[in-house]
């Protein structure tokens, strides 16, 4: 059982806008720890998405973008493409556990 | 290029043991917290264990507390990761990734991963 829950899927149809939703609580989201999202193709590593709830690496495209609300975060991903097809985690820090905690993935399909 | 590069995992007993290793290029390694991460498979990311720059704190999560110790060498820019004792619930690809220098918790570079097997 993840600290920070995620949905285990979603999908959507080329063009579409999916959002994925990240739940935690006042030891985590909630204190204000800072969320950040990797997105995690096909059997490779896990690449850094989105940083400090909202900013994005360089090379990742604006269609990827991040915000956060009291106890949750989510990542919004408009103009769907193919190769958006992969799986997203979301990460914060938890202070009652004093370490970082990852959110259990959810998976993108794309219709 | 900036790059992380993971070896050392393979098959082992339970009750064995594993030291992974993790070679860092490209940047400034002693100036940036480096942390194990794994993902058993089929599963999501498991955070094992972190150290800061110099070396001189270390965190671990309770799964591997007390069985796993993380070390660095900066003069080898090397992240090193002990592992004894070890479960089949240990089974993982483990990948090494380095903090971002600004933001506490956020891997900004990930190694490839390497394979831990553990299996009689």
């Known amino acids: 059982q993840s600290v920070l829950t995620q949905p285990p899927s979603v999908s959507g149809a080329p063009g579409q806008r999916v959002t994925i939703y990240c739940t935690g609580s006042s030891s985590n989201i909630g204190a204000g720890y800072d969320v950040h999202w990797y997105q995690q193709l096909p059997g490779t590593a896990p690449k850094l998405l989105i940083y400090?709830?909202?900013n994005r690496p360089s090379g990742v495209p604006d269609r990827f973008s991040g915000s956060k609300s009291a106890t949750s975060a989510s990542l919004a991903i408009t103009g769907l493409q193919a190769e958006d097809e992969a799986d997203y985690y979301c990460q914060s820090y938890d202070s009652s556990l004093s370490v970082g905690v990852f959110g259990g993935g959810t998976r993108l399909t794309v219709l | 290029e900036v790059q992380l590069l993971e070896s050392g995992g393979g098959l082992v007993q339970p009750g064995g043991s594993l030291r992974l290793s993790c070679a860092a290029s490209?940047?400034?390694?002693?100036?940036?917290?480096m942390n194990w991460v794994r993902q058993a498979p089929g599963k999501g990311l498991e955070w094992v264990s972190g150290?800061?720059?110099?070396?001189?704190?270390?965190y671990y999560s309770d799964s591997v507390k007390g069985r796993f110790t993380i070390s660095r060498d900066n003069s080898k820019n090397t992240l090193y990761v002990q592992m004894n004792s070890l479960r089949a619930e240990d089974t993982a690809i483990y990948y090494c990734?380095?903090?971002?220098?600004?933001?506490?918790?956020?891997?900004?570079?990930w190694g490839q991963g390497t394979m831990v097997t553990v299996s009689s």
């Open positions: 400090g709830n909202n």
């Open positions: 990734a380095k903090e971002d220098g600004d933001y506490e918790d956020a891997f900004d570079i």
């Open positions: 150290i800061s720059g110099r070396g001189g704190t270390s």
């Open positions: 490209g940047f400034t390694f002693s100036s940036y917290a």
